[in-house]
């Protein structure tokens, strides 16, 4: 059961993110005593910064630590994915990405997604069977990939953490450090097997 303080914790995003929905687990994790990096796709490391979507255009940025091909899921404890509609679905489409947070979840690690974030555990083919939330607009992709989709403010299956929108953040950011602390959940499966 690793402290916060200990913990290792990477967001994987790139630009469109929805600007909440990064900015305040990276800060509250942060503030709570983690080591939080921010990782993404090459072609975001040449400005060395994602640009953040805020309710109507385009905000603030944020500094990228990582090339997604140099991330290895073991030097890390969580995984956090920002929602956003443009965000996860560009991140969908890179093969590294998906491979990240496959290898998170097949380690047993706390994986954490909100809103539109849940895309990618679909295309990670992690979804399937557990219970889990999204935004609204994405709850009918959610049950067709086989999730157990609850209109609640966070559902946990298994260190697989789901949330609706900026407004669940505080008991999104909640539930990662408790499953955090909790430790590893390496019982986990993947449906198909």
């Not at 994987?12 to 990064?22: I, K």
């Not at 305040?24 to 490391?45: C, F, H, I, N, W």
């Not at 959610?142 to 946990?156: F, K, R, S």
């Amino acid at each position: 059961m690793p402290d916060i303080k200990q913990a290792k914790i990477l967001i994987m995003a790139t630009d469109g993110f929805e600007q909440s929905e990064l900015m305040v687990p990276q800060e509250k994790l942060s503030d709570a005593g983690a080591t939080v990096e921010v990782a993404a796709p090459k072609s975001r490391m040449k400005s060395g910064k994602i640009y953040g979507w805020d309710k109507t255009d385009w905000d603030k940025t944020v500094s990228v630590d990582k090339d997604i091909d140099d991330v290895n899921p073991a030097d890390y404890d969580a995984l956090v994915l920002p929602g956003g509609q443009i965000n996860p679905d560009k991140l969908r489409v890179e093969p590294k990405a998906i491979e990240i947070i496959r290898a998170f979840y097949t380690s047993g690690k706390t994986v954490a997604a909100i809103c539109h974030a849940p895309w990618l555990l679909i295309e990670a083919g992690i979804i399937n069977g557990r219970k889990c939330t999204s935004y609204h607009s994405i709850k009918t992709d959610v049950i067709n990939a086989g999730g157990q989709w609850h209109d609640e403010t966070v559902v946990t299956d298994q260190g697989l953490i789901t949330s609706r929108n900026p407004g669940d953040l505080d008991a999104f950011v909640n539930k990662i450090i408790e499953e955090v602390r909790e430790g590893s959940h390496a019982g986990r499966r993947m449906a198909a097997e």
